[in-house]
């Protein structure tokens, strides 16, 4: 029936099964390609974008405060109008004086009253107090990015960690899947020989021991492997499916490059301190001009009407309150001073001061740290480098040493323990090669963090 079928149509179905079985396979694992797919939607980083927009509505606000501020009023009441000659403060800031009080027939009963007014308060000058608070929310916004920035890079040193476990995971489970083959072909060979007579049925019982054991390691690393591709999900959550591993370049690291000797100023870490030194600098220059007048252009709008006539006569309807109108405006210039700030204004200012110079030691001390750290790390891994050249050379004639008494345990020459001995000894220098591999990339991804600059594991983990 099949050859009846249209060629095309085989086609057809060969390229879905090649497609199917490509999707199936070990999905793209690079680290330069997990970051990409990590993106912004981290909610650390999420919470400071959240920042950085915030202080940018700030910014604007505090930007609308030099608009003119203009107020409406409208009052449509009723109420009595008895008064009396006096003086007196409504509210602070204001007073009121009445006088020529005349004797209204109906005062106590009330009449409808109508007013309306619009006012403008326009700060023309405020001796550059606006400038300087928009400076300084300006430096408040560049934080809040810096910020942003050192959540980035301190996130991306985070995922490299699990990144790096995961692949010292899988390798462990290579490591111990090359162990079990190893001690099965013991376990084979020292059976073969009991069978045949030429080593007592002992060493059979004692390879199959050492079998076991070796199983169990592999179930242990399968355990790390899994746990470690769950880890990685935190970071990148839709990851599903084996990942390829750059597995040959984690296990054959090279000559890792010196890298920078010393901190960039423009490193995130430092950002964040430097930005907020100048934002205290800006708030003590606020204050300094917070001790200077503001100087407003003032002017208003009015118009009332009132049911009491000019001759004293009251009328107490809905309308009435729209008769009798006056219209009036205002206009002049005024000047704000807060005399007592020029005394407080001083002790803010000498705070101020304090904030600055705690503020400036704080990057110091971080930028020396740094520094010291990067140095530090640089020097553990030149001695490191070597080291794990030292132990990879190490390895090669464990080995060929393995292959040899092997050899000589399969011609009856030496015993299983001896065999056994050279085994574990063997394995122990294959663990501490993968260790001390582990342990490099590691530094390396903890200089990368402090220099700011992951080329090198992007251009090695791929």
């Known amino acids: 029936m ?11 179905l060969l390229m879905l099964y090649s497609v199917g079985a490509y999707s199936q396979g070990p999905k793209e694992g690079s680290l330069s390609y997990l970051w990409e797919l990590m993106g912004d939607k981290y909610p650390m980083l999420t919470e400071k974008q959240a920042r950085i927009e915030e202080f940018e509505y700030r910014k604007k606000e505090l930007r609308t405060a030099a608009l003119p501020q203009v107020q409406l009023q409208l009052q449509n009441s009723f109420g009595t109008f008895a008064g009396t000659n006096g003086a007196f403060f409504p509210i602070p800031g204001v007073f009121n004086v009445n006088g020529n009080v005349e004797n209204k027939g109906g005062a106590s009963a009330g009449t409808m009253n109508t007013f309306g007014s619009v006012l403008l308060d326009w700060k023309v000058s405020q001796f550059g107090k606006q400038q300087k608070m928009m ?13 942003y920035d050192a959540s980035l890079l301190s996130l991306r040193g985070k995922m490299t960690r699990t990144y790096l476990n995961l692949c010292y995971a899988r390798a462990g489970l290579s490591w111990a899947d090359k162990n079990a083959s190893r001690v099965k072909e013991i376990f084979d060979l020292s059976s073969s020989l009991a069978e045949a007579g030429l080593k007592p049925g002992a060493d059979t019982a004692l390879a199959a021991s050492a079998y076991l054991q070796a199983m169990a390691q592999q179930e242990e690393w399968q355990g790390k492997y899994a746990a470690g591709q769950d880890n990685l999900k935190e970071f ?6 084996a990942l390829r591993l750059p597995m040959k370049m984690y296990g054959n690291i090279g000559l890792a490059d010196q890298g920078l000797d010393a901190v960039s100023t423009s490193h995130p870490f430092l950002q964040v301190l430097d930005q907020r030194l100048k934002y ?8 300094a001009r917070k001790q200077l007048p503001s100087i407003a252009l003032l002017a208003g709008l009015s118009a009332r009407g009132t049911g009491i006539n000019r001759d004293g006569s009251v009328h107490r309807d809905f309308a009435s309150g729209f008769d009798n109108s ?7 210039l005024g000047l704000s001073w807060n005399l007592t700030g020029l005394y407080t204004g001083s002790l803010e200012k000498k705070r101020a001061q304090k904030q600055v110079d705690a503020a400036q030691s704080q990057y110091q001390l971080q930028k020396l740290q740094m520094n010291t750290a990067l140095q530090a790390i640089s020097s553990r891994i030149n001695a490191q480098v070597k080291q794990v050249a030292k132990t990879k050379e190490a390895l090669k004639k464990t080995l060929n040493a393995y ?13 299983l323990t001896e065999l056994l001995q050279i085994q574990a000894l063997l394995q122990q220098v294959e663990k501490s090669d993968l260790e ?8 390396l991804n903890i200089r990368a963090e402090l220099s700011g600059d992951y080329s090198y594991l992007f251009n090695n983990l791929k």
Request: proline share 3%; charged share 20%.
């Open 135 to 147: 400076e300084s929310a300006g430096y408040e916004v560049r934080e809040a990015q810096s910020n």
């Open 436 to 443: 001390l591999s582990q342990e490099l990339w590691t530094q």
């Open 2 to 12: 099949m050859k009846n079928l249209p060629l095309y149509l085989m086609g057809m």
């Open 236 to 241: 990148v959550p839709g990851l599903s499916g």
């Open 326 to 332: 006056s219209r009036n405006y205002l206009i002049g």
């Open 403 to 415: 292959d040899l008494y092997l050899s000589r345990y399969e011609a009856g020459l030496i015993s």
């Open 280 to 287: 205290q600098q800006s708030q003590k220059e606020v204050l």
